[in-house]
């Protein structure tokens, strides 16, 4: 079995909802990281044998397999087959290790995969009435939460929990304090913010055009915030809760993607191997405590490979929020000073899709400054699971 490597890495700046991509189609942004990817890694996308992109939504401008239509709008030849996958928020990462399966199989070269969402664009979506000439039932808002659910949920415990609600529930049993959480979220940007000023994304950000001008940097990060304002927060669950809207990541559009390829190709086409992706894995939790899938996920994939944690010099742990971050750090035994160095996405943003294949991007970028040899990108899943994978520099 061949090795997969990472050749490079791209991604657009995390806009934020209503924000300075909403005016950007999802085909449009994943066409954009898709073309960019492939033109760092020196790749002719003629070369490309398969794009796998992720993506949450599905509901709007990124139905109709958008990995397909964004490969289209690429410019890639119409031979580039392409398809579009969906683990929810992890869509992305579950796309690269996609990626990297198919390419240790052999059965591919070179695979271009990410991810998209434009949480901005999703669109108001109504289900069919069961009965002909019927009135039409509820307007559901696709950006967010669960939509036309199944009655049966209701029997199964936790299943309909909101992801607010399984954050408070984690806190709850991991006694998370509001305290914690909100220092949590204030150190997500202020380690953004020192990224953004020191230019340490300049390097994996694509600038994209829109009607009002050139969008360059993420938009989430607060100069503004401070434990202060965290704290005059209202909880969202409960009046004594823990999570508020200041230490949860927020909705947001973005895109992003990275170029796979064979240890032959490396060697044929002169490539320039990055990382290799040396395996990944998924596990399954509580829907009730969704956010804690990191857990199990790292710990299957560190049994598979036989290193340890003490082996990883960078980790990016993508934060849905700071009760669940701080509740995967501490079972884990993170080292807190290498876990999200540049901040994270309570302070960058979560574009559900895309937000995988981002901390990838960035992980990669955060090994090659920082003499890491080793790294791990981790994110829970709604619904209860949790995707893992490593890497390794070359």
Not at 90 to 115: T, Y
Not at 142 to 164: C, E, Q, V
Not at 276 to 290: C, E, F, L, S, T
Request: aromatic share 4%; proline share 5%.
């Amino acid at each position: 079995m061949t090795e997969a490597y990472l050749i490079s890495g791209v991604r657009t700046p995390v806009g934020r909802y209503g924000g300075s991509l909403s005016g950007v189609r999802p085909d449009d942004l994943a066409a954009l990281v898709l073309g960019d990817a492939v033109a760092r890694a020196g790749v002719n996308p003629a070369d490309v044998d398969e794009v796998i992109l992720g993506c949450t939504n599905q509901a709007g401008e990124d139905n109709r397999n958008v990995a397909r239509m964004a490969t289209l709008l690429a410019g890639f030849p119409e031979t580039v087959p392409a398809m579009t996958v969906n683990r929810l928020c992890a869509s992305g990462l579950s796309a690269i290790l996609m990626a990297s399966q198919v390419v240790k199989s052999g059965a591919a070269d070179i695979v271009v995969a990410g991810g998209v969402e434009s949480m901005s664009r999703a669109p108001w979506v109504l289900a069919k009435p069961e009965k002909a000439f019927a009135k039409p039932g509820e307007l559901a808002d696709s950006a967010i939460g669960a939509r036309f659910t199944n009655p049966k949920f209701y029997d199964l415990p936790g299943t309909t929990y909101s992801m607010p609600e399984t954050a408070e529930e984690l806190a709850s049993r991991e006694g998370i304090s509001r305290e914690d959480s909100d220092a949590f979220a204030l150190r997500s940007h202020t380690r953004a913010l020192a990224a953004v000023d020191e230019g340490r994304f300049a390097a994996e950000i694509v600038p994209v055009e829109t009607r009002k001008g050139v969008v360059k940097t993420d938009e989430g990060p607060r100069r503004e915030t401070g434990i202060e304002a965290l704290a005059k927060l209202r909880p969202i669950v409960r009046p004594d809760g823990v999570v508020t809207a200041g230490n949860a990541s927020s909705l947001n559009d973005g895109a992003s993607a990275v170029v796979v390829a064979s240890a032959d190709a490396v060697r044929r086409l002169g490539l320039d191997a990055r990382a290799r992706i040396v395996d990944g894995a998924a596990a399954g939790v509580a829907p009730a405590v969704m956010g804690i899938g990191p857990v199990p996920a790292t710990r299957k994939v560190l049994e598979r490979t036989g290193w340890s944690l003490g082996d990883i010099g960078a980790v990016e742990l993508n934060e849905a929020f700071a009760a669940q971050s701080l509740a995967c750090i501490r079972q884990l035994g993170l080292d807190e000073d290498v876990v999200n160095r540049d901040g994270g996405a309570i302070a960058l943003g979560h574009a559900l899709g895309s937000s995988g294949s981002r901390i990838t991007v960035t992980l990669l970028n955060r090994m090659e400054r920082e003499g890491a040899a080793r790294g791990l990108a981790t994110m829970c899943v709604g619904l209860g699971q949790g995707v893992s994978m490593l890497l390794e520099r070359v």
